[in-house]
């Protein structure tokens, strides 16, 4: 029988790697896969809407129903700021920096995206919780602050998603590999499914929302043309594959080769994603496990970011497909 190594027990064995860990990023992590659980535990229930009561009315209890990812919000800010872990707290769901009640401790600071996927919450189609994690700039806590939110990706000291899809996985990095976990709801706990997860250096597929066609800039146009030409020697044509979860896309392109583009477009001219909730801990997970990501000029964890909310063009995946997207983007083919 295979051994069964729950996520808790990785966590700790991932610790003894690093000599002068405290186990202090382990717990947090720890946190971070509690929380998936309650949402998880939510998630699975949403196909019941209709009996339970729909978001913005009151349910058999009594109780007002919240919107899924308004309730996975509060959810994960709720677990995993009770612990004082983590000084500050950014998400896509709020305008400003979250501080914790208990905050004269945490020396870390979390980021995330607490649904994403939203079209796709109420017709049962795979979602997901994006996280990242950095360091305090400084060492007082209490002084924790926006620019401490502000940091480039390449600063994260651990980043992951966890997917709600026909099952549960859970994917993160501290920075020594790609580490996957999926759910089993029969004893509540992650355990290890995919280690050392590395990602083929050409894919099959790409990914992006096709209706927008008229809106892409010409090298994109080029580019996806390119992905459609018939080339034994290269593997092309490439398939499509677009869910409209980004955690979903960019999860099966990680395990089966591809890539993911959400480019600027006409009407966007940054494009749609945000970089401090996906891109970056996607970018980091991607690059850990041998693949690239660039907003098309510049690499994606070396963007310096200004805002919070700052949305940045994102092509992620394989390492040759991505380089082959710069290529066209800097009018280099
Ligand atoms: P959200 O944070 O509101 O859910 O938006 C992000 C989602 C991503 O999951 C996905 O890749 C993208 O939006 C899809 O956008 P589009 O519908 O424009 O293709
Ligand atoms: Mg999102």
Redesign the pocket.
Known sequence: MNKLITIERHFVEEQKRSPHATGELTDLLYDVAFAAKLVRREVVRAGLVDILGMAGTTNVQGEEVKKL?LFANEKIISAIGQHGRFAIMGS?ENEGTIVPPKNESGKYVLLF?P?????NIDVNVS??TIFSIYRLTGDNPQKADINDCLQKGLQQVAAGYVIYGSSVVMVYSSGHGVHGFTYDPTIGEFLLSHENITTPKRGKYYSI?E??WQQLHDPTINYINYLKEEDEETGRPYSTR?I????A?FHRNLLTGGV?V?PATKKHPNG???LMY?ANPLAFICEQAGGRATDGKERILDINPTELHQRTPLYIGSENDVRIAEEFEQGKR
């Open positions: 990812d896509e995206d649904l994403d996927g939203s079209s979602v997901g929302n209706g927008s677009y409209g979860s980004l955690v896309d993911f959400y749609k994603l945000r996906e």
